[in-house]
């Protein structure tokens, strides 16, 4: 595994509490996550990814993942799938949107399935906006995407892959998942007549009944509240599955996508975001930046902890490549975090020489 990949891997299995929920500013978006009253494992993972604004095609991708229920592993094959998945979308920058989102896709399920060998998997579902204005999904398994607004219908645009759903049987068996091998078609497709708000649900949240939880979309106000009211009401009625959400304002998410400023990829979940910095070739690395959310700074005591545990758990491939460069690196490492006291950087190998970097320093 690529180690930009392994350590995000690793930050989307740190445990979170019970109740996670992440409002971003400067993108209107939420990300929320709930491990219900039965579960006694959250297994869903939701997240956010801006490759940055000098990058190969920019782009901005929101993602949800539930691990699958019954079979192995189900939140590690989540992570790992989560992680896939956005590394791909990078890796791949170079491509026509639709190619790099297939190309990504695979690539999440090709890796769970080299491992699981179909025992365990996940479902996976995104929704991607490119700086040409492209605004496309990709759907697996049967997580859902909705837009609406206020007052007005309710739009569906995806299909369980289900027994239920995709052949008009019973039960809910996934005929679909990361990690089921080559077989897997993903439906990747313009998400089209859209309302003002999207937003996309884990079956912990399809236990509320289709009439209430169409009235519960219309009849709010704002994305925080559209995500409190989904996690609350996913309670009153059992709670008996992980209740996860992304909702996000596409009213406004071009206008806030064309003016934000961050060079860096920057990375959030339901519980803080992590920012990293891509060097030039010959110094090629990557500085992480975790914060508690999207508006505190890192300076507090679980702050560094929580970047230090990240650290901790780097692969041995990881930390050879750290020895390797720190003599290298010291003396400006030093100075850096002489300057900026609150900041924990941690300096990771990402590239070779034959890949493409950030800032426009492409290495064919």
């Known amino acids: 595994m690529h180690p930009f990949q392994d350590s995000l891997q690793v930050w989307f299995s740190r445990k979170l509490p019970e109740h996670a929920f992440n409002q971003c500013w400067e993108i209107p978006f939420v990300l929320s996550s709930d491990i219900g009253l039965v579960r006694k494992e959250n297994q869903d993972r939701v997240a956010a990814l801006h490759t940055g604004k000098k990058s190969v095609n920019p782009l901005f991708a929101i993602a949800v993942v539930d691990g699958m229920g019954g079979m192995r592993d189900g939140g590690v094959c989540a992570s790992l799938a989560l992680s896939g998945f956005f590394y791909a979308l990078i890796q791949y920058r170079s491509l026509e949107i639709k190619d790099r989102i297939n190309a990504a896709i695979k690539l999440a399920n090709k890796q769970v399935f080299d491992i699981y060998n179909g025992s365990g998997g996940a479902t996976l ?13 990709v759907h697996v398994g049967d997580t859902r995407i909705y837009t609406f607004s206020s007052n007005a219908q309710v739009q569906r645009h995806t299909t369980d892959d289900s027994l239920a759903e995709a052949v008009g049987g019973s039960g809910r068996e996934l005929l679909q998942f990361i990690g089921m091998g080559e077989s897997m078609q993903p439906k990747i497709a313009e998400l089209t007549d859209a309302g003002e708000f999207c937003a996309i649900t884990t079956d912990g949240i399809h236990g509320i009944e289709e009439k209430t939880l169409n009235k519960l979309f219309v009849n709010s106000s704002d994305i925080k509240q559209i995500a409190e ?8 009625c059992g709670g008996h599955d992980n209740a996860t959400s992304a909702i996000l304002n596409l009213k406004n998410i071009a206008e806030s996508l064309s003016h934000y400023e961050v060079n860096g990829i920057r990375i959030w979940d ?13 110094d090629v690395g990557i500085n992480f930046l975790q914060g508690q959310n999207v508006n505190n700074s890192v300076d507090t005591d679980e702050g560094i902890l929580s970047s230090k545990q990240v650290s901790e758990k780097l692969t041995n491939q990881q930390k050879k490549i750290n020895k390797d460069r720190a003599s290298k690196k010291r003396t400006v490492n030093k100075k850096k975090a002489d300057s900026q006291p609150e900041k924990i950087q941690l300096d990771i190998e990402i590239g070779k020489s034959g890949e493409k970097g950030e800032f426009d320093v492409d290495t064919e």
């Open 125 to 137: 579902t995104a929704v991607l906006f490119d700086s040409q204005g492209n605004r496309l999904f």
């Open 270 to 282: 339901a519980q803080g975001d992590l920012t990293t910095l891509w060097l030039r070739e010959g």
């Open 229 to 236: 009211r989904l996690c609350n009401v996913s309670k009153w």
